[in-house]
Every structure is written in C-alpha cells, then in structure tokens.
C-alpha cells in the first residue's frame, strides 16, 4: 500500500472517529433539550394552575432553574419591579450567592438588569467589563465575578415586571443569540405565572 492510500485510509478513519463523536454529542443535547422542553411544559401547567396556596416563590425558583439549565450558566436571578420605590429586588438567585444576595435592591436603571427593565430590551454580553452599562458594585458587594451575562425583561400587556439574568456561561463559553431566545421563552412563563398571582392575591380569580 503506498504512502499516499495510507494517508487517506488514515484521514477517513479519524474523520469517522470524530463524526461518530460529533453524532454523540448531539443525541446527547438533543435527549437535554427534550427535557428541558418537558419540564418547561410542566412548569407552564403549574403557571396555568395557579390558586391561593400556590407557592409563588417556589415556582419562580423553579422557572429560574429551568433557564438556567436551558442555557448552561453558572449563575443567575430573577428580580422584581418594586413601582413604589422604583427599585429592582432579587427575588430568586441560584448559584454561588444565592443565600446572600436575595432581597438585596438596586435602583431602577442601575447595572445591565436595571437598564433591561427600563428599557424593556433583551441583551447579551460577551464581556461585561467591555460595557459601559455594567455597574461592578453587586459584584464588590457579594465577592463575585461576573464575566458574561444574558439579561431578558420579563414582560406582561405591556409591562415590565422584572428581569432574569444569566451569568457566566459553564466551561468559560460565550453566550449567543440562542441562549437570549431560551430566555426570553422562560420570561414569558414567569410573566404569565407573576400576573396570575397578581389576579389571584387580588381576588379577581
């Protein structure tokens, strides 16, 4: 066998090798996004279904999860519009400062969230540094490093409700537009399960 068919008999199996690991990979994200999509089905059932004993805070940290899992990030939260104060409260935060940064406020406008929630526009980040809307004053607070984020407003009839935003991406990888559009689907559950609780608190269901 000369040199030459060598070289490609050679070139053909490792292209096998890294197609079959390429195919791999991607039934393994396919089976990851199916029950991504289930639980977000179950989690909109329960949104649907919400009564007085509902607890609200308890699906909120579900929905949160789900994002966060959906797009592979470390870190993230889900605040609320206080329209009394006009302030931003993390209402559900999941990753290394979960236990301290819950009920902490940032003004409205303050930081990438709170220019998302003024403006009612979804963003993504590559490198928060790089950003003249990112505040570090969370970050030097609460001992953390936000390097990327994915920030979506949460949106009801017109009003903005809140913000989710996910931090650091795992494994160091950038997010992309994809990521935004996962997002930006689990903002609309947890507009659609913050605005039935609203009607339910009020009697008005």
């Keep these: 066998m000369s040199t030459e068919i060598r070289g490609t008999a050679h070139f053909i199996q490792q292209e096998n ?12 994200e396919v089976v990851r996004l199916r029950l991504i999509l289930r639980n977000l089905g179950n989690l909109n059932q329960m949104a649907l279904s919400i009564h007085p004993e509902t607890d609200i805070l308890m699906l909120l940290d579900q929905i949160l999860q789900a994002a966060l899992d959906s797009i592979q990030a470390e870190d993230g939260s889900l605040l609320l519009v206080d329209e009394e104060t006009q302030e931003l409260s993390f209402v559900v935060v999941h990753g ?5 940064l819950v009920g902490h406020r940032i003004p409205l ?19 928060v540094q790089s950003d003249p809307r990112f505040s570090s004053r969370v970050d030097q607070a609460f001992h ?11 949106v009801f009839s017109g009003r903005v409700l809140g913000v989710i935003q996910a931090l650091n991406k795992s494994n160091r990888k950038e997010f992309v537009n ?16 913050i605005a039935r609780a609203e009607k339910v608190l009020l009697g008005e269901e």
């Excluded at 406008?109 to 009612?120: F, N, Y």
């Excluded at 953390?144 to 949460?154: D, E, Q």
């Design 17 to 28: 090798i890294r197609l079959q690991k390429e195919n791999e990979r991607l039934q393994q």
């Design 96 to 100: 290394a400062v979960r236990t301290k």
């Design 109 to 127: 406008g303050m930081g990438i969230a709170g220019w998302v929630a003024q403006h009612a526009e979804s963003v993504v980040v590559p490198n």
């Design 144 to 154: 953390f490093k936000t390097r990327s984020l994915v920030c979506v407003p949460i």
């Design 178 to 193: 994809a990521d935004l559009l996962m997002l930006n689907v689990v903002a609309q559950l947890a507009a659609a399960a």
